[in-house]
């Protein structure tokens, strides 16, 4: 295992500092727990995409765009799959390329049901395979929020493919597959960069690119049910303990610290967010609430297995106010549709806890050190996060605007104005979400 390879899995949060001998000289051996609690979390990531981000999208928007919304997530999550298992785990985790990996596992080739990770060694392939195949599925998924409710349904296929192809794989192969970012040493539990910066700068992107809806800053654009809303927000929430618990690779104790830091991150989040909204508004909303929670899980993701448990409560405070900012004030000041605040919320929040981890992972702050807590130093530590985060945000908005403009060029990324006035519903999809 080369070093490189070895500081990513580290950064990812795959082995733990104590697990480096281990790693690199231990045989491979099948440890059902650690079997069992990753198939587990496999799952519940599936559960916070569908039906959890489709309903927490869907109950934004209007009901004439509801299916449209679920429609978008529900493809986007069986497709990016399909591509996943096809070349993107082997550009992904197979090689050690600067920027991609290699062809030697296209079609999941040489890969058997005995056949055990080579990253983790104790769980087999395929469950790796399926795990980081969820991840890369929601991660594009969640730019379907920004561009709700005025894009063509062949548009989001075509830039699904192209920006999962030379964003999401080069990203996370840069992060968590040994190119690189990982070997500088930056700190990615879950996916803060490789999932919520990535996608959020896309997002923004799409948002200018496609244009503004009809009636945008005229009309009023309230959630159509915001049951819905909180219902998948809930689901986000559950799901969520798969995506960064699962991240630690095993069942042990990387595991707890990264369960309970989500479980605390998103309530301090949360209660923050109403706390400013209240004070701003005079009222605290259930949209305020479930936008919260969802800005503390974005944020506390890079962190969770980094920080303490006090270190991840300062965290959500900071990411509930800082996102409430991004929804409003940010949002106002950069003039872009983005109808559900995707860059909001996951591009800040991610930003945000991208960045304070290299603070709160300080040991003297309650966290674990990072990857040499001997040596920790939070300057050079946050230094290293920056760039990351500079790195994912050119990336990413580069290749989403090539994407959106070779969709234009070739399906057309828009619908016409009366289909738009009509709900993309019937429109598109040639049904409707409710009967009236």
């Not at 916070?48 to 919304?69: C, D, E, Q, W």
Request: net charge neutral.
């Amino acid at each position: 295992m080369t070093k490189k390879l070895v500081m990513s899995l580290l950064g990812m949060g795959l082995l733990g500092a104590s697990g480096l001998a281990m790693a690199q000289d231990a045989a491979p051996a099948l440890d059902s727990g650690d079997t069992a609690w990753m198939l587990t979390s496999t799952l519940l990531v599936i559960l916070m995409t569908i039906p959890g981000l489709a309903l927490f999208y869907g109950g934004l928007g209007r009901s004439k765009n509801m299916l449209s919304v679920l429609m978008q997530v529900f493809v986007v999550f069986s497709l990016i799959s399909l591509l996943w298992a096809i070349y993107g785990f082997s550009l992904t985790f197979v090689g050690e390329g600067t920027f991609f990996g290699g062809f030697g596992a296209l079609f999941l080739s040489g890969i058997t049901p005995d056949t055990l990770s080579a990253v983790l060694k104790t769980i087999p392939e395929y469950v790796f395979v399926a795990f980081q195949g969820t991840f890369a599925a929601i991660t594009t998924a969640l730019i379907v929020g920004s561009f709700a409710e005025r894009i063509k349904f062949s548009a989001v296929v075509i830039f699904s493919i192209l920006w999962f192809t030379f964003s999401y794989i080069p990203i996370a192969h840069m992060v968590w597959g040994g190119g690189l970012l990982g070997g500088d040493g930056a700190l990615d539990f879950a996916g803060g960069t490789v999932v919520h910066i990535n996608a959020g700068v896309a997002g923004l992107v799409g948002a200018y690119v496609i244009g503004k809806r009809l009636g945008y800053g005229k009309e009023a654009f309230t959630p159509h049910s915001l049951t819905l809303t909180m219902v998948g927000a809930s689901l986000l929430w559950v799901g969520w303990f798969g995506f960064n618990a699962g991240s630690a690779g095993a069942a042990n104790g990387g595991a707890g610290l990264a369960f309970i830091n989500t479980v605390l991150a998103t309530s301090a989040a949360t209660l923050s967010w109403i706390a400013g909204e209240a004070l701003h508004k005079g009222k605290a909303s259930m949209l305020g609430a479930a936008s919260g929670a969802v800005a503390g899980l974005v944020a506390v993701t890079p962190a969770a297995g980094f920080v303490g448990p006090m270190g991840s409560i300062v965290l959500g405070l900071i990411a509930g106010v800082v996102c409430l900012w991004g929804v409003g004030g940010l949002k106002r000041m950069l003039g872009a549709d983005d109808a559900f605040d995707v860059f909001g919320v996951h591009g800040v929040g991610g930003i945000v806890g991208a960045i304070l981890t290299g603070v709160f992972a300080a040991p003297g702050l309650g966290g674990t050190g990072g990857l040499t807590p001997e040596t920790f130093a939070m300057g050079a530590q946050v230094l290293i996060q920056v760039k990351s985060v500079l790195i994912t945000i050119v990336w990413s908005a580069v290749v989403a605007f090539i994407a959106y403009k070779i969709a234009d060029l070739t399906v057309g990324l828009r619908v016409s104005q009366e289909a738009e006035r009509e709900g993309l519903d019937i429109t598109s999809h040639g049904e409707t979400a409710y009967t009236r």
